[in-house]
């Protein structure tokens, strides 16, 4: 465990933390992370979802483990949701997002990293749950929430959803993986390039923004989330696995495992900024979830 911190999962925490003293430090802005983010969120990320779902081809992923951990998302999903707004009173766009944030896991941009120096074919391993995150959650996510906080209705919500990159970026992974070694040399070039300064521009940016809200008080929402995210989700995953007998000793196994007990992801911030939903929770459970899976990936981790 001692020395899973020390390396690599600590030296990776570094970065955010670097971020946010810089910017207390008055080094740095806001303003700096919202540019940022613009080459993050059109440039990096989609690079590098379609380099991880590339890497496999659709015939090599299993997709049992991947449906099973979708599965389980969506239980967390309906049940945090339920939660904010009937204990909580969260409006409906908050309630969903907060809902997203409790599974919707910083695994391409901080698990993934951690789990390549213990696993090298851990991409090839995430690759189906890429697929449906990407699909499901993530467009999913942004459709409702357009339908619930936007003015243009159905139409408007499918033509915002038209313009979002990440939309484009699993399909065109699916096309590189069934392409294989017939795909342009070039396209791999850029995308391991540009897709490899997202996870730490992304993780950097993020901790700029989290001092954006005061970190203190974390009250009962912020907990509830994170629990739900770093106890409730493993659990479940580790249920759903036993429950259809895929080998524990499987690389999917630990993968998924791993990023079901990885600290919540920045998108649901990303589209609660662009909507104009509150996010002072979600922000705050993304902290506290980060923090805490310093515990929890350093005990899964061999």
């Not at 896991?105 to 990407?134: C, K, Q, T, W």
Request: glycine residues 8%; contains cysteine.
């Amino acid at each position: 465990m001692l020395s899973s911190l020390a390396d690599p999962i600590l030296p990776i925490f570094a970065v955010p933390v670097a971020g946010y003293f810089l910017t207390l430090r008055g080094l740095l802005a806001l303003e700096d992370a919202r540019s940022i983010n613009r080459y993050t969120f059109f440039v990096a990320v989609p690079a590098l979802v379609m380099s991880v779902i590339g890497s496999a081809q659709p015939g090599e992923i299993w997709w049992t483990p991947a449906l099973i951990y979708l599965a389980a998302e969506l239980l967390v999903y309906a049940l945090i949701f339920c939660i904010m707004r009937s204990v909580f009173r969260r409006e409906k766009g908050e309630a969903l997002l907060l809902g997203m944030t409790a599974v919707f896991a910083n695994h391409i941009l901080f698990v993934l990293p951690i789990a390549e120096r213990f696993y090298p074919d851990a991409r090839s391993g995430m690759a189906g749950m890429m697929v449906l995150d990407g699909i499901v959650l993530f467009c999913g996510s942004v459709f409702l929430t357009e339908l619930i906080t936007g003015d243009g209705g159905l139409r408007g919500a499918i033509r915002r959803l038209s313009s979002n990159p990440f939309v484009y970026a699993v399909p065109l992974g699916l096309l590189l993986g069934v392409l294989g070694p017939n795909a342009p040399a070039g396209i791999w070039t850029f995308l391991d390039f540009a897709g490899g300064t997202a996870a730490p521009v992304a993780l950097f940016t993020l901790g700029i923004t989290l001092t954006a809200a005061p970190i203190w008080p974390i009250r009962l929402p912020c907990w509830s989330v994170s629990a739900a995210k770093l106890l409730l989700m493993p659990g479940l995953v580790w249920w759903g696995f036993g429950s259809v007998d895929v080998p524990r000793e499987s690389l999917d196994h630990a993968i998924l495992i791993l990023a079901a007990a990885g600290p919540c992801g920045a998108m649901p911030f990303v589209i609660a900024t662009q909507y104009a939903v509150p996010t002072g929770t979600i922000a705050k459970t993304i902290f506290v979830s980060t923090v805490l899976s310093l515990i929890s990936l350093a005990l899964l981790l061999p």
